[in-house]
């Protein structure tokens, strides 16, 4: 993951400025992938410091002069807080400076991030703050304004390709999840779970296979991104062969082929839209069961209309 960290040009600019000395005192890394922001906040930890010790030390959190809050599998509170201010009032072990990296900080409440405030605006000499977050919503307002800014966007198809190629080489469907992951790179490897399973139960699902089963099991599911990214390109590719441009497909199965000669091409340029609706509805805390059966039940008459037109 390094690599893919280490193309982007807010490492780039970060690992200047720290070779240089002019890292800012607070820094705030925008990721939208939070299962690899610590991971990415840790490369960057390293550009820091410098040297291949310190990067190996830190990949392990265990550099005694870079603190990463909070412990893993834990949540930020006020004793979190206490304890960051408190460990900032002692001196560097090694060196003279000493760096806390603060994950997941869209997750601290607003009591955290204002007990840390004052700390951000005047830490003491040799202290530096690396902060990660998703977004930048959930980050107050006076802690923005104190922080530079670094935001990454959303990985090229190509690089998360590339990415997956070099961390699952065994695996198949490389390319439909890397299509499918909106460019991020925890996406396409759940994408790539149980040798492509969501891609499987997307064909299922414009099939009409045991669709209310589908819908059933796509409720109890605690991650629903992965089987909405598929579905999201399996239409985009339904459509691509509906419309006679396959070449544009990531996936074609004998399945998809013959989906696509049932779907007129403006019923699936609908079924897209409707698709991202459902995904919203969903994250608002609509039923996921029956807001996938509706999703169904209205590509279904969007497909009636167009063969009506046809």
């Given at each position: 993951m390094n690599l893919l960290f280490q193309e982007?040009?807010?490492?780039?600019?970060?690992a200047?400025?720290?070779?240089?000395?002019?890292?800012?005192?607070?820094?705030?890394?925008?990721?939208?992938?939070?299962?690899?922001?610590?991971?990415?906040?840790?490369?960057?930890?390293?550009?820091?410091?410098?040297?291949?010790?310190?990067?190996?030390?830190?990949?392990?959190?265990s550099f005694s002069d870079c603190h990463i809050y909070p412990a893993a599998g834990q949540k930020y509170s006020v004793d979190v807080a206490n304890d960051i201010v408190d460990e900032s009032a002692l001196r560097p072990v090694e060196g003279t400076k000493k760096l806390f990296v603060l994950d997941a900080f869209h997750t601290a409440m607003p009591i955290v991030q204002n007990?840390?405030?004052?700390?951000?605006?005047?830490?003491?000499?040799?202290?530096?703050?690396?902060?990660?977050?998703?977004?930048?919503?959930?980050?107050?307002?006076t802690v923005l304004s104190r922080a530079e800014k670094f935001s990454i966007?959303?990985?090229?198809?190509?690089?998360?390709?590339?990415?997956?190629?070099?961390?699952?080489?065994?695996d198949e469907g490389v390319r439909e999840a890397a299509a499918a992951s909106g460019g991020i790179y925890s996406s396409a490897e759940k994408l790539l779970l149980d040798g492509g399973a969501e891609f499987l139960d997307a064909e299922r699902f414009f099939a009409g296979r045991n669709i209310e089963a589908l819908c059933r099991d796509l409720g109890e599911k605690k991650d629903k991104g992965a089987f909405f990214a598929a579905l999201k390109l399996v239409a985009r590719d339904l459509m691509f062969l509906?419309?006679?441009?396959?070449?544009?497909?990531?996936?074609?199965?004998?399945?998809t082929r013959r989906l696509a000669g049932e779907y007129p091409c403006g019923a699936l340029?609908?079924?897209?839209?409707?698709?991202?609706?459902?995904?919203?509805?969903?994250?608002?805390?609509?039923?996921?069961?029956?807001?996938?059966?509706?999703?169904?039940?209205r590509i279904q008459k969007e497909k009636t209309k167009w063969q009506k037109l046809s």
């Open positions: 982007t040009t807010a490492y780039r600019l970060f200047a400025e720290a070779r240089q000395g002019e890292t800012a005192h607070t820094t705030l890394v925008l990721f939208p992938d939070g299962e690899y922001l610590r991971a990415l906040l840790k490369t960057f930890a390293a550009a820091f410091f410098g040297g291949e010790r310190a990067a190996s030390l830190i990949a392990r959190e007990k840390l405030l004052k700390l951000l605006e005047e830490p003491p000499e040799g202290v530096y703050f690396l902060i990660g977050a998703t977004s930048e919503h959930a980050v107050l307002p966007e959303p990985f090229s198809e190509k690089q998360i390709e590339d990415a997956l190629r070099r961390n699952h080489v065994r509906s419309a006679g441009q396959g070449a544009f497909c990531a996936r074609k199965t004998e399945e340029i609908s079924a897209v839209g409707m698709i991202g609706e459902a995904e919203r509805d969903i994250k608002f805390n609509a039923n996921p069961a029956q807001a996938a059966l509706a999703l169904y039940v």
